[in-house]
């Protein structure tokens, strides 16, 4: 089986950095991603890591070690819009076959 | 370009009764793959689909089943309905092979009310 663990919900300042992690237990892992979901919309994809290391995307970063069966999404520089739910998303097997993480809330304040 | 389009966008059924959802894929995109969404159990994942062929399944009971016709367009099915059914059912849809990128690209999904 699979799974992905998530805190529940994370607190952050607006304008700060937050690290969201995900730990994972999982065969035939070969990958991980990273999806937001605001209320009442759609997940959309923000990054996917193959290989150990950081993946850069705008104020979006993500980190995966293998070894450790550890990623983590970093956000800097928190917009207001930034709050949301975001999931890590593990996939494996030689298809489409991905696993959701159990999901974080974030909420940015002012 | 359009999106992934999920149809109908409400739906309240009746225990007992049977379901069919619809999901229109990206053009292009020949894979499709079926999440159910609840508050309690996150995003699970239902089966993926790829040239009309079902190539992953989650771990839902045979009541949930679904297929995918040759212009990739899917549908998923649930029969004898269960109050636990109620959840929001998202598609997604992707290039295969992965091409460089896993990208889903999901659809506003289709809420599923069962009284």
């Known amino acids: 089986g699979q799974s992905l663990e998530q805190p529940s919900e994370v607190t952050a300042v607006e304008g700060a950095i937050v690290q969201i992690n995900c730990t994972y237990q999982?065969?035939?892992?070969?990958?991980l991603s990273w999806y937001q979901q605001h209320d009442g919309g759609a997940p959309t994809f923000l990054s996917y890591?193959?290989?150990?290391g950081l993946e850069e995307t705008g104020r979006f970063s993500s980190f995966l070690s293998r070894s450790d069966s550890y990623g983590y999404l970093l956000l800097q520089e928190l917009q207001m819009k930034d709050s949301a739910s975001y999931f890590c998303a593990g996939h494996s097997g030689g298809y489409q076959k991905v696993t959701f993480g159990t999901g974080t809330k974030l909420q940015v304040i002012p | 370009k359009a999106g992934v389009t999920q149809t109908p966008r409400y739906l309240i059924k009746t225990r007992g009764q049977q379901v069919t959802l619809s999901c229109s894929p990206i053009?292009?995109?020949?894979?499709v793959s079926w999440y159910q969404q609840t508050p309690g159990q996150g995003l699970q994942f239902l089966f993926e689909y790829f040239s009309e062929t079902q190539r992953n399944k989650g771990n839902f009971p045979g009541r949930f089943s679904g297929r995918q016709f040759s212009n990739s367009r899917s549908e998923m099915n649930v029969s004898t309905l269960e109050l636990g059914d109620s959840a929001l059912y998202l598609c997604?849809?992707?290039?295969?092979?992965?091409?460089?990128?896993?990208?889903?690209?999901f659809g506003q999904g289709t809420r599923l009310t069962v009284v």
């Open positions: 997604a849809s992707s290039q295969w092979p992965a091409q460089g990128s896993t990208e889903a690209f």
């Open positions: 890591n193959a290989l150990d």
């Open positions: 999982t065969s035939g892992f070969y990958g």
């Open positions: 053009s292009g995109h020949r894979s």
